[in-house]
């Protein structure tokens, strides 16, 4: 009995101590472990450090090459805006200079179109219902305006009539008859049913639809005149006093409307849907 308990207590011991002897084994392969990554932490730690030097060193060369590029931003801004600026100037003065082109002339709308027509005759004997005289010579080219209506098409509708005058002063008396008499016809001028005719300045393109614009405008916010003469566009509230309090405007352009009189009924709408 003594023997054998003395046995079993040697066979724990043994097993204990190579438990034991494992242990410090894991121990200091976890100690190789740990210096191996303090190793990689330093390591890590220095590449940090150079890093940063590295960043320390190109901080003040990046500062200034943004600066630079901002510099230049600005430089090309300006030049843009100046750029634009020259090129809304060449416009404005390429408009006037058209519309300048087009002093001596006007533009009759109404008469009926037919086959084979003499303009300058319609026109003679236009110029007698106003009590207006007027020569053959007085007249550089008469004809219509754009294509020939295709087959097909409205034919109802005619072409104005687009006359150059020899002197810009023969226009302005035709103009100022033709705004004396409202009820002007094609009645004893052609030989069709009687249609109501009209006298215009002759202008460009924009400033017809300038024109247009302003009347919708100045309808929509309660001026009661808008008028063209010689080209230019001009507005009123309302009957000048005698104190002028309410002058005539001139219009230029869509933003003197935007300013002077009110944004566009399609501009407020957008607006108020937003």
Not at 30 to 40: A, F, G, H, T
Not at 42 to 54: H, P, S, T, Y
Not at 62 to 72: D, G
Request: glycine share 4%.
């Amino acid at each position: 009995m003594t023997r054998g308990t003395r046995g079993s207590a040697m066979l724990d011991s043994d097993t204990s101590v190579v438990e034991l002897l494992n242990e410090i084994r894991e121990l200091r392969q976890e100690i190789k472990d740990l210096k191996q990554n303090s190793n990689d932490i330093c390591l890590l730690r220095q590449d940090v450090q150079d890093i940063k030097a590295e960043l320390a060193n190109l901080s003040p060369n990046f500062s200034q090459h943004v600066a630079k590029f901002n510099s230049i931003l600005e430089a090309k801004d300006q030049e843009i805006k100046s750029l634009k600026l020259t090129i809304s100037q060449f416009q404005t003065t390429l408009s006037v200079l058209e519309q300048s082109s087009l002093r001596n002339e006007i533009e009759v709308c109404g008469v009926p179109e037919q086959n084979a027509e003499n303009l300058t005759h319609i026109l003679m004997t236009m110029s007698q219902k106003l009590n207006v005289e007027l020569q053959e010579t007085d007249i550089d080219v008469i004809s219509r305006a754009g294509p020939r209506p295709k087959i097909g098409n409205d034919s109802t509708k005619s072409r104005p009539i687009v006359v150059k005058l020899i002197r810009k002063a023969k226009r302005d008396e035709l103009l100022r008859a033709a705004k004396s008499r409202k009820n002007l016809t094609s009645e004893n001028i052609v030989n069709t049913s009687p249609s109501n005719i009209y006298l215009n300045e002759r202008v460009t393109k924009e400033k017809r639809l300038l024109f247009r614009e302003a009347r919708a405008r100045t309808r929509t916010y309660g001026f009661r005149f808008c008028w063209m003469r010689d080209g230019n566009i001009y507005i009123r509230k309302n009957e000048s006093g005698p104190s002028g309090q309410f002058p005539a405007i001139r219009i230029q352009s869509m933003e003197d409307l935007d300013k002077l009189v009110g944004s566009s009924t399609s501009t407020a709408n957008t607006d108020n849907s937003d």
